[in-house]
């Protein structure tokens, strides 16, 4: 069976000074129905990038330059602008990171969910109404009939954020990009929101793809991981693989370097250095100059080794488990 | 909401007190009344006359408060000129200034809102940098020298239009408008084009950079990630972002379109209130100058309050804070 | 060390420019005008100002005719277009205008008297609208709201009217003229003034000097006044251009300079009787070099305010 999504070697650039930065260089995954991947990776990897590739939205000057976006067999990459309008929002959903922001000042929570109907639906004014009023329900916002006719700011962070899910799950999309849409808000409200959509997204059958640096949250809602570095998918993997096997020396650290319970006491691990920013990225291997086990080889660009579905890109992979 | 309504009507009402204390010492006391006030052909038995009938012998407070009391009359006293009541005079002037004024709002939105728009959207296509240069030019172009330029080549060099007076008007709510006869519209077009020139490089502008702020916001994203067209988010998510300070802009300029009336209704013999203070300044009708001024000041105040009232109707924010 | 020594002994001065010195140092005069002259626009507007400066601060040399001079002036001269030449067989390059002045002549003397008052009101208008603004950001309370309150007042009214309300009361002529650009044109100033100082007044080397008493005059002059003059110079600039053309516009109303030593408005408004008969050069030259004016000083202003605005700094 053909996964939902199955990106093949994405590439999108931004064009820099004299040539183009790959924010995301050689991305490759696959997802399936009803799948949970967590996409992980520090802010400037290429994670958000990716999703907004995957969406059709990466911002001019960028642009996706090469690879195929299979989305339930067809590539989104070769598909004209209407036809792509047409899958989002309707088959392809997007939650954004910071809900202050991502809902529209001046107009009405009714009107910015109906009107995403209507850009997809031919339905009257009061079906489309019902349908967001349901919506409103379904997220856990009270008395969603009079909320309708409320102003974004009339809501708290967390309320707007469900307005958000509510408007991105109105069509029972196939898939669901969050974009860290949890990190803006506070850690209890993080919970609920977290719990809530997962139970949304179980019960519609929606995939889904998580963006966030936050190891502690993937690790509890995704069924796949994979960790992004410097634009690269450094390792793939099943969440239980990747998290207690790590093979790439960077998603160790990443690891590490997340205070648990059993490291109390012990000094928290670091990873030593800083992200290089898009145009110092050294050749070959992204993470080789703060990586403890580079050498010579690692001056080449490391390959994929493993299949689609689990796969790491270090020339020195570690063997052995977390202890 | 209310009580910030009547707040700011309060404040305005200051501001109209503090205006007309302004008029009231640089008329009075910067300036010699007895130039300003009396008609300077009268001899001079008729000027102590004159002087003990304005009260110019009294203490300035005592002077403040009738003249005051005869602003509540709208009583400014009669033009040397015409020998009537300034304020009449003037009200007459007012139906042709409103109408060159609306007339060059008009153009100016009609043509500056589409072209920013455009210019914001696409900043990197030549014909938006073709805009914005033109706009430039619009700002630095002299008013009164484009329109003199207009009656050189659109009057006098190919005679397609005409370059003064108002041409035939027919009557409308009780006052004569050009705009209804063909006549009139082919009078009006020159000037309100010249009146209008600025304007639309003004709004033009800001409409551009209130695109470039827009576009940028995580909402527009999202509305493109909710799969709207693209026509929806341009016309609604937007353009009505952009409607607040917009507004305001419009609101504003015209009462400068009014102000700077003066100038192009000089130029084209338009009877106006602008070519009427003109004269006014150099035939020394003081009266007259007087009403103009305290006229122009309840329109500023009054304008301002109304874009206050439109800013709480557009933007829901504003309404709540007013609540609280 | 010699900083150590001065903190200990309690003088405030060593204190203080050591804290003063922590804001990021200035960035190189000789990089910033290269970084001016990056854009070719910039470029355009310094060659004509220049030249504009130029022509005015020489006009005596270079100009064919002294155009005040009334002695020199041919009636049988007037009216001729350019190119023609005069009875005594000097040509008239841009033609001659209803007194037989040389259009040439007189612009090259109308950019003195247009430059002289645009630089003088918007100077002036600099000087007192940047020191109410810093008054009203340093000392607070009631100064701050009347000064803030006479700001708001002045700006809601368009300058043109401030301008004819000045005129009116106080009589037509060149200096009424500067002073009703003044008047039209100095809130502007403290605004903007008092936003940057606002600003800078929650830093906290203002905070340390007011704390260590140092006078309120030298906080203002040594402390926040720096730190506000970037904008202040762009919005000079463009004011400057504002002004010339505001002036222009009154004079050509016939509430500015004298008819015999007219400015480049003045020399319009006397081609605007000519117009109809199609005689377009004596207002036509005089308004291009008004254009020519304005629009290079706005390029300069526009650029200025590009490579002093830290925002954009790179």
Same mark, same amino acid.
């Given at each position: ?6 990106? #093949? ?23 399936? #129905? ?49 036809? #792509? ?91 669901? +990009? ?60 099943? +969440? ?14 990443? +690891? ?68 | ?69 005869? @602003? ?14 300034? *304020? ?19 153009? =100016? ?37 484009? /329109?003199? $330029?207009?009656?050189?080549?659109? =009057?006098?060099? @190919? ?7 108002? /041409? ?23 000037? =309100? ?34 799969? @709207? ?29 009014? =102000? ?8 084209? /013999? ?5 070519? *009427? &203070? ?10 007259? &100058?007087?009403?103009?001024? $305290? ?30 | ?187 502007? %100033? ?81 081609? %605007?009787? %000519?117009?109809?008969?199609?005689? %377009? ?34």
């Amino acid at each position: 069976m053909t996964p939902l999504l199955d990106v #093949r070697d994405l590439v999108t650039t931004f064009p820099g000074r004299g040539r183009a930065l790959r924010a995301v260089d050689e991305v490759s995954f696959q997802l399936g #129905r009803g799948e949970v991947l967590g996409l992980v990776g520090e802010s400037g990897s290429g994670k958000s990038v990716t999703g907004f590739s995957i969406m059709g939205l990466v911002d001019a000057p960028g642009r996706v330059a090469s690879g195929q976006i299979l989305f339930d067999g067809e590539d989104l990459a070769q598909l004209d602008a209407e036809t #792509r309008r047409s899958l989002r929002g309707r088959r392809i959903a997007m939650v954004f990171q910071d809900p202050m922001m991502t809902l529209n000042p001046v107009l009405r929570i009714g009107t910015q969910m109906t009107e995403t109907l209507h850009a997809h639906e031919k339905l009257s004014a009061a079906e489309a109404r019902a349908r967001a009023r349901d919506a409103l329900g379904l997220v856990g916002i009270p008395s969603p009939q009079e909320r309708l006719d409320a102003y974004p700011h009339e809501f708290s962070g967390g309320m707007r954020q469900r307005v958000a899910i509510a408007i991105a799950l109105l069509h029972r999309p196939d898939l669901i +990009i969050a974009d860290e849409p949890t990190t803006a808000l506070d850690v209890t409200i993080q919970a609920q929101i977290i719990s809530e959509f997962q139970k949304l997204t179980e019960e519609q059958g929606t995939s889904v793809i998580w963006i966030t640096h936050d190891l502690a949250i993937v690790s509890g809602l995704a069924d796949r991981i994979a960790v992004m570095y410097g634009g690269r998918i450094v390792e793939a993997g099943t +969440i239980t693989e990747v998290l207690t096997a790590p093979r790439h020396p960077y998603t160790r650290g990443l +690891i590490r370097s997340v205070p648990s319970e059993n490291t109390r006491g012990t000094r928290l691990a670091q990873i030593p250095g800083v992200t290089p920013g898009l145009g110092r990225m050294p050749e070959g291997c992204a993470f080789r100059t703060r990586c403890p086990r580079a050498t010579e080889v690692c001056s080449e660009r490391p390959g994929r080794f493993g299949d689609a579905m689990a796969y790491h890109r270090c020339f020195h992979p570690h063997e052995e488990a977390l202890a | 909401m209310i009580t910030t309504l009547i707040r700011r009507a309060i404040q305005a009402g200051f501001v109209v007190i503090a205006m007309t204390l302004i008029v009231f010492i640089g008329v009075n006391v910067i300036g010699n009344p007895v130039d300003i006030l009396i008609n300077p052909d009268l001899n001079q038995a008729e000027r102590l006359r004159v002087i003990e009938n304005l009260g110019l012998d009294q203490s300035l407070w005592r002077q403040y408060l009738s003249f005051l009391h005869g @602003l509540t009359q709208g009583s400014f006293g009669d033009s040397f000129v015409y020998g009537r009541p300034a *304020l009449d005079v003037i009200l007459e002037r007012l139906p042709a200034t409103l109408e060159l004024a609306l007339c060059a709002m008009v153009i =100016a939105i009609v043509v500056g809102l589409p072209l920013g728009l455009y210019a914001g959207l696409y900043p990197d296509r030549v014909s938006s940098k073709l805009i914005m240069t033109g706009s430039i030019l619009g700002f630095s172009l002299p008013t009164f020298w484009v /329109g003199l $330029m207009f009656i050189l080549v659109f =009057a006098v060099q @190919l005679g397609w239009l005409p370059s003064n007076g108002r /041409g035939d008007t027919a009557e409308f709510l009780g006052a004569r408008w050009s705009f209804l006869t063909g006549d009139g519209l082919s009078h009006l077009l020159l000037p =309100a084009l010249n009146l209008a020139l600025f304007k639309t490089s003004l709004i033009l502008r800001l409409t551009r950079a209130g695109v470039q702020e827009v576009v940028m916001q995580d909402f527009v994203k999202f509305a493109r990630a909710k799969g @709207l067209r693209e026509n929806r988010i341009i016309l609604v998510h937007i353009l009505k972002n952009l409607m607040i300070p917009v507004v305001t802009i419009i609101g504003l300029e015209f009462g400068s379109l009014i =102000a700077f009336s003066v100038v192009t209704e000089s130029i084209f /013999g338009w009877p106006g209130m602008g070519k *009427l &203070i003109i004269d006014s300044i150099n035939l020394l009708d003081r009266p007259v &100058i007087v009403a103009y001024l $305290m006229m122009m000041v309840v329109l500023f105040v009054s304008l301002n309050f109304i874009i206050d009232i439109c800013y709480t109707l557009l933007d829901p924010r504003v309404r709540l804070d007013g609540k609280g | 060390m010699e900083r150590k020594l001065a903190s200990t002994t309690g003088s405030p001065e060593g204190v203080v420019t050591g804290a003063a010195s922590e804001a990021p140092p200035p960035p190189k005069v000789s990089a910033a005008i290269r970084r001016f002259l990056s854009e070719p626009t910039a470029i355009i507007g310094v060659a004509g100002l220049t030249l504009v400066v130029f022509v005015a601060v020489f006009a005596p040399l270079l100009s064919p005719q002294n155009p005040y001079d009334l002695m020199q002036l041919d009636i049988m001269d007037s009216r001729l277009a350019p190119g023609s030449e005069s009875f005594t067989g000097v040509p008239y390059h841009l033609g001659t205008d209803g007194q037989g002045r040389d259009i040439l002549s007189g612009i090259m003397y109308g950019l003195r008297t247009s430059l002289i008052v645009g630089i003088a009101s918007a100077f002036a208008a600099a000087l007192i609208g940047t020191t109410a603004g810093l008054m009203a950001a340093y000392v607070g309370g009631r100064t701050e709201s009347f000064i803030m309150r006479l700001v708001d007042l002045q700006l809601s009214f368009p300058t043109i009217l401030m301008a004819l309300m000045v005129l009116a009361i106080l009589g037509n002529g060149v200096t009424n003229v500067v002073l009703a650009i003044i008047v039209a044109e100095w809130a502007t %100033y403290a605004r903007t003034a008092r936003g940057t100082a606002l600003v800078e007044r929650e830093k906290e080397f203002i905070e340390a000097a007011r704390c260590l008493r140092i006078p309120g005059r030298r906080v203002l002059l040594r402390h926040l006044l720096p730190n506000c003059l970037a904008p202040i110079i762009v919005i000079a600039t463009m004011q400057v251009a504002r002004a010339i053309g505001l002036e222009a516009t009154l004079s050509f109303l016939g509430l500015g300079a004298s008819v015999t030593q007219p400015s480049l408005g003045m020399l319009i408004a006397n081609g %605007y009787q %000519y117009l109809l008969s199609g005689l %377009y050069w004596i207002s036509f030259y005089p308004g291009i070099a008004l254009l020519i004016t304005i629009v290079s000083i706005n390029l300069v202003g526009d650029r200025l305010r590009d490579v002093l605005n830290p925002r954009n700094a790179r």
